[in-house]
């Protein structure tokens, strides 16, 4: 038996004892109710779940009576048990009979469970599940880059995630997040910036774009990182994939989400979706919309390479040039799971891609724009737009499709932070870090900041997009170790088409279980 | 970055020792929502129904000519109060009553041991621990606590009519009853205090 084994027993029968724990102690509290005779009926208002049954007497005498039963038409209670005096002392037991009118108020008590049992069981069954989950895959506890929380309607929701394909030095970027459901309270907006996962994260800048929003509009960026004044969106019409009719899953960003399984024998298969919008004014330059998140597949693919590399990671991430971020040109994890496509027809009625929108990270949902170039040779007057998606099956989550007609360029304003806290604490030297561009504030799992941004005067006239910059480090987990395979981690980093056909059916034995497991336990707030 | 075996060992005993502090933590403070009651005073939940005596009382007056008491809860009169306490009973004015605290089952420590269980099972998640083992202290400690204050009622938050179901004479003082021949709990009436769990 390795150490590994041993390990794996020894916590299992730790699970066990905690099961036990759940099975064997359950937390109970006493109900009392009280109850006077006054007629026969009621005594039809005790309660029989009570297994003792008290009745108390005007010169303070008690009955203590178990497996009591009410005669009605003799208004007695029998049972078996004890009475005793005002002093509580003994005066005769076994089985016994009261008159209902000699009883001054009869108490019954019925155990019920604790409200405690309810978040106990919770926690343990999470806590259990996780212990159960994370011990048969280790690749499902997942980490992240950092996670960004900014107040909304609901309180403060997950906004954005930031650098997701940084994973290493060499690939410290920066990464625009736009704040769609941000709802600033006052001049100031706090932003918590969490480390929620196993992982070393060195950040260098955490600023604020602030962009004006023309009336009744939304300021968008594309893939380029510009900045765009859109009228209000469009929604769309029609949307069709292979399962059918998508379209009321795509109307709003409501966290309905349109998404598929991936292929069984290659993760890298795409799929096609059909998609119409009303016809926009002639003339007027569009945009497609798409607020969409990665599914968890190239996360465990990732993890996957980790595992393979094992001892040999560090080294390799630092000559990596790229692994999850899609380049033109380059073969790479990333590239050949690619990003969204946005296709429309040329004059010859043949598809053709005119833009991608897509962002690294599971986690939170981005929001897209594709400006389109919609020629009248390609666009009949009169027409509905119909555009078509080509994407990697089993690789996005869709939560909205809309239509914005481009109004104009725009440039932000850029707010650094004002004031950090570190647990309610101001920490002034992380908030000399992230304004010094030459040193990086490096976090580790559990911290916890809260970045505060001035606001421009009428805060609610714009709309608010995060610039991150910096690179994270993942932390190598003891099981991933044991499957160290340079040949395998060379096919997924060097050939990786032919890995995600090796790969398949592993990952489609987990991914059933796969997102459902993570978001369970991934959000155990 | 490379994790070297160093730095894997010092992971593992941080871990550890993390859980086993956290456990007890949890077994510690478990009952830091305290009954107030002496120790072997409370029955517990499993034969508090059968219980003969009245709830263990802390009475607080608004004024200094009448002292805080507490001691068996006996009966509610209609302008007093009763309370033992090594048998004397003392009748406190209901109006000169600013606060009351009345506990009447004993809540163990189930609740902690359940908790402090589960951290040590955060063991199991590796170096996941540091997310879920808070979690097991932020909210073991609370679930502990409202175990315990489900064995305790308090007034004015209730009121009399409704806490006279915990006193020894829930039907009112009894009529021809000398105060003095009222007795408390017997030594061996009294219910042995709880071992910890762990």
Sequence with gaps: MTLYDKRHLALSCLLLLTFMMIVGCTLKVQHRTLVEPVDYRSLASLDSRSPVLKAHLSDGGLYILNNWTVDEETR????????????????????????VDSVAIFESNVLQNSQALAPLTVLTVASAALSVYCLTNPKAC????????????????????????????????????????CRPRGRTLPVTM??????????????????????????????????????PLQPLQRCLGAEGDCTTLLTEFDGRERFSLADDTDLATREFLEVEFATPPPGVRQGLVIVSRQSLLSTYLFYQGLAYLGGHAAPALVRAEQVLEPVPGQRSLGSTLGNIEVQIRNEAGLWRTVGAAGETGPLAT????????????????????????????????????????????????????????????????????LLDPERCLTTLPGDRYELVYDLPACPQQYEYCLDS???????????????????????????????????ASAFKALEPSLETEFWGSRYAR | MRVDAQQRTRSRYSAVTLALLGCGLLLGLGGCATTGAPDDWLPPVMSAASDPFGAWIHVTCSEVSWPSREGEFIAVGADSIYVLRAHTLHAIPR?????????????????AGWSAAGALSTLSHGLVLVISLPFWLAGGLPIANLHTKEAIALHPEKDWPELRQYARFPQGPPLNIHRLQLRSKSIEERHPPKKPII
């Excluded at chain 1, 004890?82 to 009979?97: E, F, I, K, Q």
């Design chain 1, 366 to 433: 981005n929001c897209h724009f594709v400006p389109l170039d919609l020629s009248p040779s390609v666009m009949p007057p009169g027409a509905p737009l119909q555009l078509r998606l080509r994407l990697t099956r089993g690789h996005w989550r869709l939560d909205q499709l809309a239509l914005a007609t481009i109004l104009g360029e725009t440039q932000p304003r850029r707010i650094p932070p004002s004031r950090v806290q570190r647990d309610d604490t101001v920490d002034e030297t992380a908030l000399a870090i």
């Design chain 1, 76 to 99: 007695t209670v029998h049972g078996t048990g004890a009475l005793l005096d005002a002093r509580r002392d003994t005066v005769t037991s076994g089985p016994l009979d009261v008159a």
């Design chain 1, 469 to 503: 910059q910096g690179y994270y480090l993942e932390w190598m987990r003891e099981e991933w170790r044991a499957e160290e395979d340079p040949v395998q981690a060379a096919l997924l980093f060097l050939q990786p088409e032919l890995a995600l056909r090796q790969l």
């Design chain 1, 194 to 231: 969490t480390n929620e996962a196993l992982e070393t994260h060195v950040v260098r800048r955490v600023e604020l774009l602030a962009l004006k929003r023309p009336a009744g509009g939304r300021v968008l960026a594309d893939h380029a990182g510009r900045f765009w004044q859109t009228g």
């Design chain 1, 142 to 181: 997942f980490g992240s880059c950092p996670t960004f929380y900014v107040p909304a309607d609901s309180g403060a929701i997950l906004q954005a995630e930031g650098f997701s394909a940084s994973v290493a030095p060499a690939l410290e970027a920066n990464d625009l997040d736009l704040l769609l459901r």
């Design chain 2, 95 to 111: 109006e000169k009553v600013t606060r009351a605290r009345l506990a009447f089952f004993d809540p163990g420590q189930k609740a």
